[in-house]
């Protein structure tokens, strides 16, 4: 049986994982829209786009439930950018500070929204992930992990000659936050990380 993997497809940019999981892999991609979608899935991710937004759709919906019994079933999931957001335990805005936004809490992880800056301080560059090796990260407003507490642990930082040594991507088990976006550049190596950790 192929291996399936849904991508949560209430907002962002989830249409670039499904492009690049089918243009790298041969396995069943599935638009993530209601729990019901998350039937005989075998690891989803959540995509980049606005933390907010995807936070309310997903309680809208329900899908709050939902990915958190997918996660106690022990199923990976791996949340970029917003994503990374959404999984944390805890969000801070770099601007405004502590946030009430709705977020799943799944990981012992606290994020720091936009730390790098506003959209005109995105950036490209090559970040080394313990595990995974060198990878091409685009960071599009992204956040940063200021914190891993067990379970949870980081497994790349970046030296950002603004803000310093931030954490960037994390990981809890068979959960995975990434703060960059590996769909754009289609990271046969994260993506081939994450899928390891499908159950056999
Ligand atoms: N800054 C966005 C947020 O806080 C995340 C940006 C992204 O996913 N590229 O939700």
Do not use: W
Request: proline residues 4%; aromatic residues 6%.
């Amino acid at each position: 049986m192929k291996v399936r993997v849904g991508v949560l497809a209430l907002q962002g940019d989830f249409l670039e994982h499904v492009q690049a999981l089918r243009e790298l892999f041969n396995l069943d991609v599935v638009l993530v829209k209601c729990s019901s979608h998350l039937r005989d899935l075998d690891a989803l991710i959540i995509p980049g786009g606005e933390s907010t937004t995807i936070g309310r759709l997903i309680k809208f919906k329900g899908l709050d439930e939902g990915i958190t019994d997918f996660v106690k079933g022990g199923m990976p999931v791996m949340g970029t950018c917003a994503g990374a957001i959404l999984l944390a335990s805890k969000v801070v805005d770099r601007v405004v500070g502590e946030v009430n936004q709705p977020i799943l809490k799944l990981m012992n992880i606290t994020v720091i929204r936009n730390i790098f800056g506003r959209q005109k301080d995105s950036f490209i560059t090559k970040v080394y992930v313990e595990g995974i090796g060198d990878v091409n990260a685009v960071f599009i407003r992204a956040p940063g992990i200021i914190d891993a507490r067990d379970p949870a642990k980081i497994i790349s930082y970046l030296n950002h000659p603004v803000v310093g040594r931030v954490g960037i991507v994390a990981v809890q088990g068979p959960l995975l936050a990434v703060t960059f976006h590996p769909e754009v550049t289609s990271e046969r190596k994260l993506y081939e990380y994450f899928l390891s950790m499908v159950k056999n």
